[in-house]
C-alpha cells in the first residue's frame, strides 16, 4: 500500500486518492480506539497552556470530547458541515463568557498537535508510512483548524454587527414634543457615520411628523470635530429646505470655542444656551403660549 | 414636458409632474414669471415633491425663479423637497439660502396666507 501512495510515484491521481481514502480510515479507527487517551492528553495540554481560562475543567473536558468526536468525523467523512453548526453553537456559547479568538484557535491547534505526536509515535517504525499518513492527516487537520476558527470569528462579527446595529437605533431618537416641534436629543460622541445617520432620522422625522421646528440638544456631546461640526451645519440646511426651523441647544463651553476655532459659518445656526430654552424658543416660534392655569378654589385649601 | 401652472385664489401653483429637462427648467422659469402678471398673484409655490434629483441647474433655476418673482412683487416658496433631496443638495453646496422652503403644499399655502395676512411669521 505504501508504494501506492507514494508522493513521487507516476501513479494517477486515482489510485493515490484511494490510498489517502485507506489511510484516512485507518487514522480514525486508530483515533477511536485511543479516544479516551488522547482527548485527556488533548484536554491536560489545554489547561497546561492556561487557555480557556473562563470555563472550569469539567467544562472544557465536555467540550473537548465533542471537539475530538466532531474531529474524528469529519476525518472519516471529508464533510465539515457538522463541525461547521458545531464550532457555531459552541462560540455562541463560550463567546458571551469572554473566550478570545486565540484560545480557541490556540485549542485546536494543539489537538492537531496531540493527534500528530501520536501518529508519530505509532509510525515511528515506518518513515515511509508515517509520511504518507501525515499527508493524509495534516491537509484535513488544517482544514477542520480553519473552519473552527473562521466559524468562531464570524460568530464574534454577527455578535459585533447585531449589537452596533443596536446601538445605532438607541442612539438616533426623534421625539416629538409637541405638534410639529421635535427634539433630538444627541448623546454621546458623533462620528461622520452617526452624524450621517442623524440627519438621514432627522429628515425622516421631519416628513413622518409635518415638523416646523426641531430642536437638537446636544448636551451629551463631548468634543466635536471639524467634521461633524459641518455635518450640523448641513443638518440644519437641509432640514430649512425641508421647511423645517432647527434650534441647536446645549453647546458645551468647550464645543462653543471648537466651532469658533474651526471657523464653521455659524450665522445659519440658531443656538440657545439649554434645552428648555431651546424648547421655550421653539413654542415662541410656533406661536404656543404656555401659561400657568388658575388655581381652582378646590386646590387652594388644599 | 410643460408643467402645469394652476391659479388658485391669489397664488399660482407650479406642480411639476415629472423629471425636467433643462429645457422644461427655463421653460418653468418664463411661464411662472408671465403668469404672476397676468393673474396679479401675490404668491408662486413651486411643488418638487416627485423630483428625486435636483441638480446645480435646477437649484439655480429655482433661485433665479424666486428672485424674479420678488421683482415681479410676489413671493415665492419651494415646496416637497424629499429628505434624500435635501441631504445631496446640502452635500453639494446647493442651499437655496435665500429662498423659502415648505414641507408640501399645505405648509407653503399657510406660510403664503401667513405672510398675507401681514401677521409674524414662522419662517
Redesign the interface.
Given at each position: 500500500m505504501t508504494t501506492a501512495i507514494r508522493p513521487h510515484g507516476n501513479d494517477s491521481s486515482r489510485p493515490r486518492a484511494d490510498g489517502t481514502a485507506a489511510l484516512l480510515r485507518e487514522l480514525v479507527a486508530h483515533l477511536r480506539k485511543n479516544r479516551t487517551q488522547l482527548r485527556e492528553e488533548w484536554a491536560r495540554r489545554i489547561t497546561e497552556s492556561k487557555l480557556l481560562t473562563a470555563m472550569t475543567r469539567e467544562e472544557i473536558f465536555a467540550e473537548a470530547t465533542s471537539v475530538y468526536d466532531n474531529y474524528v468525523e469529519v476525518l472519516e467523512t471529508g464533510s465539515v458541515e457538522a463541525l461547521q453548526a458545531y464550532a457555531r453553537n459552541l462560540s455562541e456559547r463560550i463567546i458571551p463568557r469572554g473566550v478570545e479568538t486565540h484560545e480557541v484557535l490556540g485549542i485546536v491547534l494543539l489537538l492537531r498537535d496531540v493527534l500528530a505526536r501520536s501518529l508519530f509515535k505509532k509510525y515511528q517504525a515506518d518513515f515511509a508510512l508515517l509520511n504518507a499518513v501525515l499527508d493524509a492527516y495534516e491537509p484535513a487537520a488544517n482544514r477542520i483548524a480553519n473552519t473552527v476558527a473562521v466559524g468562531f470569528v464570524q460568530e464574534r462579527e454577527r455578535i459585533i454587527r447585531q449589537q452596533q446595529e443596536a446601538i445605532r437605533e438607541l442612539s438616533t431618537p426623534v421625539l416629538q414634543v409637541r405638534d410639529r416641534l421635535l427634539i433630538l436629543p444627541i448623546i454621546g460622541v458623533i462620528d461622520p457615520h452617526r452624524a450621517r445617520q442623524l440627519?438621514?432620522q432627522l429628515?425622516?422625522g421631519?416628513?413622518a411628523n409635518?415638523?416646523?421646528?426641531v430642536v437638537v440638544d446636544i448636551t451629551g456631546v463631548p468634543s466635536v470635530d471639524a467634521t461633524v461640526a459641518n455635518h450640523l451645519v448641513?443638518?440644519v440646511?437641509?432640514?430649512?429646505?425641508?421647511?423645517?426651523?432647527v434650534i441647536v441647544t446645549g453647546l458645551s463651553s468647550e464645543i462653543a470655542q471648537t466651532l469658533v476655532t474651526i471657523g464653521v459659518d455659524l450665522s445659519k445656526i440658531n443656538a440657545v444656551g439649554d434645552l428648555q430654552g431651546g424648547i421655550e424658543e421653539a413654542e415662541r416660534?410656533?406661536?404656543y403660549t404656555v401659561t400657568t392655569p388658575e388655581p381652582k378654589p378646590s386646590e387652594v385649601k388644599a | 414636458m410643460r408643467v402645469p401652472i394652476l391659479k388658485q385664489s391669489q397664488y399660482v401653483i407650479a406642480s411639476i409632474q415629472s423629471a425636467l429637462s433643462d429645457e422644461d427648467l427655463l421653460q418653468l422659469r418664463d411661464d411662472l414669471v408671465q403668469n404672476v402678471g397676468r393673474y396679479r398673484s401675490r404668491g408662486v409655490i413651486v411643488d418638487v415633491t416627485v423630483l428625486d434629483v435636483m441638480d446645480s441647474f435646477a437649484v439655480r433655476t429655482l433661485r433665479a425663479i424666486a428672485h424674479m418673482i420678488r421683482l415681479r412683487g410676489a413671493e415665492t416658496v419651494i415646496?416637497g423637497?424629499?429628505?434624500?433631496?435635501?441631504?445631496a443638495?446640502?452635500?453639494l453646496g446647493l442651499?437655496?439660502e435665500d429662498v423659502t422652503?415648505?414641507?408640501?403644499l399645505e405648509?407653503?399655502l399657510a406660510y403664503l396666507n401667513h405672510q398675507m395676512a401681514g401677521a409674524a411669521h414662522?419662517?
Amino acid at each position: 500500500m505504501t508504494t501506492a501512495i507514494r508522493p513521487h510515484g507516476n501513479d494517477s491521481s486515482r489510485p493515490r486518492a484511494d490510498g489517502t481514502a485507506a489511510l484516512l480510515r485507518e487514522l480514525v479507527a486508530h483515533l477511536r480506539k485511543n479516544r479516551t487517551q488522547l482527548r485527556e492528553e488533548w484536554a491536560r495540554r489545554i489547561t497546561e497552556s492556561k487557555l480557556l481560562t473562563a470555563m472550569t475543567r469539567e467544562e472544557i473536558f465536555a467540550e473537548a470530547t465533542s471537539v475530538y468526536d466532531n474531529y474524528v468525523e469529519v476525518l472519516e467523512t471529508g464533510s465539515v458541515e457538522a463541525l461547521q453548526a458545531y464550532a457555531r453553537n459552541l462560540s455562541e456559547r463560550i463567546i458571551p463568557r469572554g473566550v478570545e479568538t486565540h484560545e480557541v484557535l490556540g485549542i485546536v491547534l494543539l489537538l492537531r498537535d496531540v493527534l500528530a505526536r501520536s501518529l508519530f509515535k505509532k509510525y515511528q517504525a515506518d518513515f515511509a508510512l508515517l509520511n504518507a499518513v501525515l499527508d493524509a492527516y495534516e491537509p484535513a487537520a488544517n482544514r477542520i483548524a480553519n473552519t473552527v476558527a473562521v466559524g468562531f470569528v464570524q460568530e464574534r462579527e454577527r455578535i459585533i454587527r447585531q449589537q452596533q446595529e443596536a446601538i445605532r437605533e438607541l442612539s438616533t431618537p426623534v421625539l416629538q414634543v409637541r405638534d410639529r416641534l421635535l427634539i433630538l436629543p444627541i448623546i454621546g460622541v458623533i462620528d461622520p457615520h452617526r452624524a450621517r445617520q442623524l440627519t438621514e432620522q432627522l429628515l425622516r422625522g421631519i416628513r413622518a411628523n409635518r415638523a416646523k421646528v426641531v430642536v437638537v440638544d446636544i448636551t451629551g456631546v463631548p468634543s466635536v470635530d471639524a467634521t461633524v461640526a459641518n455635518h450640523l451645519v448641513q443638518t440644519v440646511d437641509a432640514s430649512r429646505l425641508m421647511g423645517a426651523n432647527v434650534i441647536v441647544t446645549g453647546l458645551s463651553s468647550e464645543i462653543a470655542q471648537t466651532l469658533v476655532t474651526i471657523g464653521v459659518d455659524l450665522s445659519k445656526i440658531n443656538a440657545v444656551g439649554d434645552l428648555q430654552g431651546g424648547i421655550e424658543e421653539a413654542e415662541r416660534l410656533l406661536g404656543y403660549t404656555v401659561t400657568t392655569p388658575e388655581p381652582k378654589p378646590s386646590e387652594v385649601k388644599a | 414636458m410643460r408643467v402645469p401652472i394652476l391659479k388658485q385664489s391669489q397664488y399660482v401653483i407650479a406642480s411639476i409632474q415629472s423629471a425636467l429637462s433643462d429645457e422644461d427648467l427655463l421653460q418653468l422659469r418664463d411661464d411662472l414669471v408671465q403668469n404672476v402678471g397676468r393673474y396679479r398673484s401675490r404668491g408662486v409655490i413651486v411643488d418638487v415633491t416627485v423630483l428625486d434629483v435636483m441638480d446645480s441647474f435646477a437649484v439655480r433655476t429655482l433661485r433665479a425663479i424666486a428672485h424674479m418673482i420678488r421683482l415681479r412683487g410676489a413671493e415665492t416658496v419651494i415646496v416637497g423637497i424629499q429628505p434624500e433631496v435635501a441631504f445631496a443638495m446640502v452635500q453639494l453646496g446647493l442651499t437655496l439660502e435665500d429662498v423659502t422652503t415648505a414641507l408640501d403644499l399645505e405648509e407653503g399655502l399657510a406660510y403664503l396666507n401667513h405672510q398675507m395676512a401681514g401677521a409674524a411669521h414662522v419662517k
